[in-house]
């Protein structure tokens, strides 16, 4: 299921799009069964006072999975790269409350450029935010941006 909230404000000139490719190692913390695994993640424009969201998308749910593969593409519209932050939530499918088991954000402009090739990134999940999280949970993501 895909979920893509548009742009509000300043009219999108390029895209930012996004491969989720998959996480390792997460930590079990389902009572019953493995962790459901779904990745969400909300593009801001970081304005010092007021960030901006540009787009968000979801990916699908993994049952009992805790090293599981996407292999999923996401674009978003987006005003421009100055300022852009990827925020990176994993969340395990519950039935009634999910819970959020890790996040991360990335400073897309730091990495990519205009018409670059796509870019792997590894991100270890910050375990602050999300206890359930091994020391070597990480995500596996490919970012481009296209104007």
Do not use: H, R
């Not at 491969?19 to 389902?30: Q, R």
């Not at 009572?31 to 901006?52: A, I, L, R, S």
């Not at 999923?72 to 519209?77: D, G, L, Q, Y």
């Amino acid at each position: 299921k895909l979920f893509i909230m548009g742009c509000m404000g300043s009219k999108p000139k390029g895209t930012l799009t996004i491969y989720l490719d998959k996480i390792t190692n997460l930590s079990d913390g389902d009572w019953m069964g493995k962790t459901d695994p779904y990745v969400t993640f909300v593009c801001e424009q970081d304005n010092w006072v007021f960030d901006q969201t540009m787009g968000k998308v979801t990916s699908t749910k993994k049952a009992n999975d805790l090293n599981p593969v996407y292999g999923e593409t996401f674009t978003i519209p987006v005003a421009s790269l100055k300022n852009l932050v990827l925020k990176v939530n994993v969340y395990d499918d519950d039935i009634g409350f999910d819970d959020k088991v890790g996040c991360v954000d990335i400073k897309v402009d730091d990495i990519i450029s205009v018409g670059q090739e796509p870019v792997l990134i590894e991100k270890v999940i910050d375990e602050k935010k999300g206890k359930w999280f091994s020391k070597d949970s990480k995500i596996y993501l490919k970012l481009s941006y296209t104007e």
